[in-house]
């Protein structure tokens, strides 16, 4: 058993990725039953759907296994992470966005050089010429250069529009932050996954180990007629059971290394190989009442959700200003003539009033239609708020009841390694037959795989609070160290 696991440790998943999932369910594995443990089954991997599971690889494959820390797992997904790197490029859209409606609040500023030659027909625009002037007029050159300039005064809708996409910028920003939280506790929990497999895996090999010396003894013991046949096939039937447990453990922790490594983002084909030792985080220490405080002024998706809110009420301001007068000046400057020599300066200067009469509804449209999304969006925040509230309380519960498991599964592994070197001693010395001592080898087999689960449990439980308090990337360097 790797002495990693007897750590605490801050590894959360929230693989909800929409919110938190409770540990069972972020452990992605039934608990352990009365009996013996099975095999770890093994599944056929879904297509990957969620960018925060995928990564993308960055350099290349080195022939030796790269030494991989939790911390250094941690950075490499900030770097690399799909979720993270869409989520940044989220915000580099909505500064777009805010970009193109500024436009309507900055002066628009186009020129223009045109040379044209030209011959115009009086009669046709109703000049009255006297008898025996010709109609015609040219052929001439007309040279112009000139400058257009726009600018808005008073527009409500413009104005209202620039700041709905400012706050829009704020929720990509926030909704970034919680990307990085979020990755963060994914990355931490593909680590802990991988190693609670590479557990499973050593435990697996001792129970092995242990079997085959059941086994060697069972068949000195029958040699020397002290036991039956029957115990060697019995011992040569858990030895065969616990080499195939072995080999699923070890495909399992082959598996969880991929799995890390794609997350992470590590150059395809890239062997790694686990640090044993992870930093202990403690639980913090505050009540239920100071978490949800914390929680609400901390937790990035809550600061979105209320930009969003805030976005809308601009958006819907902005339609409003659609239907109110607005004001804005045209002025245009440049030279006209019918050469350039001759051309001279000429300029004209605009303020115009627009006024909104009538629309044929298109405004009181997309007014309902604004109303709509601001409910959905006050909905959806306080929908939000609601989870907050049940997401840290949940985390404390699960804190507490994982955290007395894991004492009582620490208690039951150590009492059953005590079991089963009596089990063998009573067989050695042919009191009893080797199915106690099978059934004993059973208990440490059960008893090791509920500590691996325990131990999980209690570590997740206090990544979710974590994630709950908006808070995993501060934990992170502030318990493991190191900065981006």
Request: no cysteine; hydrophobic share 45%.
């Given at each position: 058993m790797r002495a990693v696991l007897l750590v605490p440790v801050i590894l959360v998943p929230l693989l909800g990725l929409a919110g938190a999932?409770?540990?069972?369910?972020?452990?992605?594995?039934?608990?352990?039953?009365?009996?013996?443990?099975?095999?770890?089954?093994?599944?056929?991997?879904?297509?990957t759907t969620n960018p925060f599971l995928g990564g993308v690889p960055v350099g290349t494959a080195t022939r030796d296994a790269l030494s991989l820390s939790i911390l250094d797992a941690i950075n490499r997904a900030l770097e690399h992470n799909l979720g993270v790197l869409m989520a940044e490029e989220g915000i580099g859209r909505a500064r777009g966005t805010r970009w193109r409606a500024l436009s309507g609040l900055l002066p628009t500023v186009t020129g223009r050089v045109s040379e044209t030659r030209q011959q115009l027909n009086l009669a046709a625009f109703g000049f009255p010429l006297p008898a025996g002037i010709p109609s015609l007029v040219g052929p001439f050159n007309v040279f112009e250069a000139r400058v257009y300039v726009t600018q808005p005064v008073l527009d409500l809708h413009a104005?209202?529009?620039?700041?709905?996409?400012?706050?829009?910028?704020?929720?990509?920003?926030?909704?970034?932050?919680?990307?990085?939280?979020?990755?963060v506790l994914v990355a931490a929990n593909a680590y802990l996954q991988a190693l609670a497999a590479s557990s499973r895996a050593d435990s697996a090999r001792a129970q092995v180990q242990t079997a085959e010396a059941l086994h060697t003894q069972a068949v000195d013991l029958r040699q020397n007629g002290i036991v039956a046949g029957i115990e060697v096939l019995r011992a040569e039937v858990q030895l065969n059971t616990e080499r195939q447990r072995a080999t699923a453990a070890r495909n399992d922790f082959e598996k969880a290394k991929l799995q890390l490594a794609h997350i992470i983002g590590l150059p395809l084909g890239q062997s790694v190989r686990l640090m044993d030792e992870l930093p202990e985080v403690p639980v913090p220490e505050m009540t239920l009442e100071q978490a949800l405080d914390r929680a609400y002024q901390t937790r990035p998706d809550y600061q979105a959700a209320a930009a969003r809110v805030r976005a809308a009420e601009a958006a819907r301001a902005a339609i409003v200003g659609e239907g109110l007068p607005s004001v804005h000046v045209d002025a245009n400057y440049g030279d006209l003539g019918l050469s350039i020599p001759d051309s001279h300066s000429t300029f004209s200067v605009v303020g115009a009033v627009n006024v909104p009469i009538f629309q044929g509804g298109r405004t009181r449209g997309r007014l309902l239609e604004a109303d709509a999304d601001l409910r959905d969006r006050r909905?959806?925040?306080?929908?939000?708020?609601?989870?907050?509230?049940?997401?840290?309380?949940?985390?404390?519960?699960?804190?507490?009841?994982?955290?007395?498991?894991?004492?009582?599964?620490?208690?039951?592994?150590?009492?059953?390694?005590?079991?089963?070197?009596?089990?063998?001693?009573?067989?050695?010395?042919g009191v009893t037959g080797n199915i106690e001592v099978v059934q004993a080898q059973e208990a440490v087999a059960?008893?090791?795989?509920?500590?691996?689960?325990?131990?999980?449990?209690?570590?997740?439980?206090?990544a979710v609070l974590a994630r709950g308090l908006g808070v995993a990337e501060e934990l992170v360097r502030q318990f493991l160290g190191g900065v981006r």
């Open positions: 999932v409770s540990p069972a369910a972020a452990q992605g594995q039934a608990p352990p039953s009365s009996q013996a443990p099975p095999a770890p089954a093994r599944t056929p991997s879904p297509v104005l209202n529009d620039a700041r709905a996409e400012a706050h829009n910028i704020a929720a990509a920003q926030f909704s970034y932050k919680s990307a990085r939280d979020l990755v909905a959806q925040l306080e929908d939000l708020r609601a989870t907050i509230y049940y997401d840290v309380r949940t985390a404390f519960l699960d804190l507490q009841a994982s955290g007395e498991q894991l004492q009582v599964a620490t208690s039951a592994r150590q009492l059953a390694a005590a079991q089963l070197t009596q089990a063998r001693d009573r067989f050695a010395a059960l008893a090791n795989e509920e500590y691996i689960s325990a131990l999980y449990l209690y570590n997740v439980s206090k």
